[in-house]
């Protein structure tokens, strides 16, 4: 309990489990070395070229994009929670949910130091949980759960800000570089998934969130798999796709699962 105050640094949490072994990383950072890695390897990538539909043509796939199209032997669809419709089925197989982020003005350096003073990265384990950092400018991040939809405008991370309010009241009315929100993919059994509904066309998706770590692991499992064929070789099994019962609903899912997780927060 010593230990946790000294890193979070107040008294919003009663205990905490520390893991050393663990790191961060900046997320767009990430993306944009492994893309530099790719393309030192021979990738070519396509920015602002959305697949709009897939199909099987003679012994392979062909992919049609706004501006062309791509045939291949094998493909694999990793576009988790904004699979749409490319599939069928797919899409139908998660519930594609909105996590929103804030992130505040570079913080004094007095303030950061009772923030996260030795840098690490944090959660809870709230049902809405919420996840925080610095960053190396000295920004407060903080995330969490959103409305279903897309947000049209600031006033829909308030209550991320709240929590921020809650959490660290010694930043106070301190204002906001940024909010951002994006969508992961959440499986009925929380686990990702990986799916062949047709050979050649491998899909890989489910992270519930975790993607950043998930989604590593996996894509370079998946990518051997589509190298070899060999699926022995995959450390999670090859599983038929499921859908969610009654998945039009899913705005009336996510209605009653907010509800019911706000309340169960209130009273832990």
């Not at 492994?34 to 021979?42: D, H, N, P, S, Y």
């Not at 303030?111 to 809405?128: C, M, N, Q, W, Y």
């Not at 209550?159 to 809650?166: D, L, P, V, Y």
């Not at 899909?203 to 060999?230: F, H, I, N, P, Q």
């Amino acid at each position: 309990a010593e230990e946790t105050s000294r890193l979070i640094g107040n008294g919003a949490y009663v205990g905490a489990t520390l893991d050393r072994r663990c790191g961060s990383v900046q997320p767009l950072s990430y993306a944009r070395g492994l893309a530099r890695a790719a393309l030192k390897e021979g990738v070519e990538i396509y920015a602002r070229s959305e697949v709009t539909s897939i199909d099987r043509i003679g012994g392979g796939w062909r992919a049609r994009c706004n501006g062309g199209s791509v045939r291949c032997g094998r493909l694999i669809l990793a576009t988790n929670a904004y699979s749409g419709s490319l599939y069928g089925s797919l899409g139908r197989s998660f519930l594609p949910i909105n996590s929103f982020i804030v992130a505040t003005k570079p913080l004094s350096e007095n303030i950061r130091g009772s923030i996260l003073p030795e840098g690490h990265v944090a959660s809870d384990t709230r049902k809405f949980l919420l996840y925080f950092k610095l960053d190396a400018q000295g920004r407060l991040l903080v995330g969490g759960r959103g409305s279903y939809g897309d947000p049209m405008n600031n006033e829909a991370f308030l209550h991320i800000e709240r929590s921020i309010a809650k959490l660290f009241p010694q930043v106070g009315g301190t204002e906001y570089d940024f909010h951002w929100s994006g969508r992961i993919a959440v499986t009925p059994d929380m686990y990702p998934h990986v799916h062949e509904p047709e050979p050649g066309l491998i899909m890989a998706l489910g992270y519930c969130g975790r993607g950043v770590a998930l989604a590593t692991a996996m894509g370079a499992e998946v990518g051997k798999y589509a190298a070899s064929g060999d699926a022995d070789a995959l450390p999670w099994p090859v599983s038929h796709i499921r859908t969610i019962p009654l998945h039009s609903a899913q705005r009336l899912y996510v209605a009653a699962a907010t509800l019911w997780y706000q309340t169960v927060d209130t009273f832990r």
